[in-house]
Structures are given as C-alpha cells and as structure tokens.
C-alpha cells in the first residue's frame, strides 16, 4: 500500500522558518521525482519544487527561488522542503507528490498525500 505523509507544518511569523517533511513508503522512492505543491485558500494548485530521483536536478517557482530548499534522502524514503524569510503569501496546504517525470504538471502525479497546513501570520 502506498503511503505519503507529510508533516512539519505550522503557525510561523513572517521571516521565520519552517522545514516540511514527507515520509513515503510502498514504491521505488528512488526512481520517482518528488514535488511539493501547495494551494492557498481559495485559490488552485500551484507546483513549488520538485526533484529528480537522484536529488541532482531540482527546480523552483520563481517566487520561493533563494528562499526555498528541496531536498530528499533515499535510503530513508524521505523529502523535505526547507521554507525561509517565509511571507504570508506562503500561507497554503503544502502537498508531496511523487511521479516517474520530473514534471510540474499535476497531471503527471501518481500518489499524493494529505498535506501539512503552513500559515505565515504575525
């Protein structure tokens, strides 16, 4: 059976820091890209950051580009994002989603999980 999990999320002020984890287990972690993808409320899907399965290729939205980190540990089936100089415009269900292409296509997404809440407010 196929499980992501995420976790980490949180009330943080502006500026401040959070890392998101996501635990995966029941397929090849290895040989799948990962991605984070979040949606704010009211709003639709938008693709943060993603990376290959070696974790050599990685890539970003233009607006977390400096600010974010995404990277992911294969002997323990694990991703992270590391979040900094986080603003209220970050506020957003943070999703791990794992894929055979290194896409930003949702469409291209096989298992989800069921997001970790970050809100940035003072």
């Known amino acids: 059976e196929v499980q992501i999990v995420e976790s980490g999320g949180g009330l943080v002020q502006p500026g401040g820091s959070l890392r998101l984890s996501c635990a995966a287990s029941g397929f090849t972690f290895g040989i799948f890209a990962m991605s984070w993808v979040r949606q704010a409320p009211g709003k639709g899907l938008e693709w943060v950051a993603g990376i290959g399965g070696t974790g050599s290729t990685t890539r970003y939205t233009d607006s977390v580009k400096g600010r974010f980190t995404i990277s992911r540990d294969n002997a323990k089936n694990m991703l992270y994002l590391q979040m900094n100089s986080l603003k209220p415009e970050d506020t957003a269900m943070y999703y791990c989603?794992?894929?055979?292409?290194?896409?930003?296509?949702?469409?291209?997404?096989?298992?989800w999980g069921q997001g970790t809440q970050v809100t940035v407010s003072s």
């Open positions: 989603a794992a894929g055979r292409l290194f896409s930003t296509r949702f469409s291209d997404y096989t298992y």
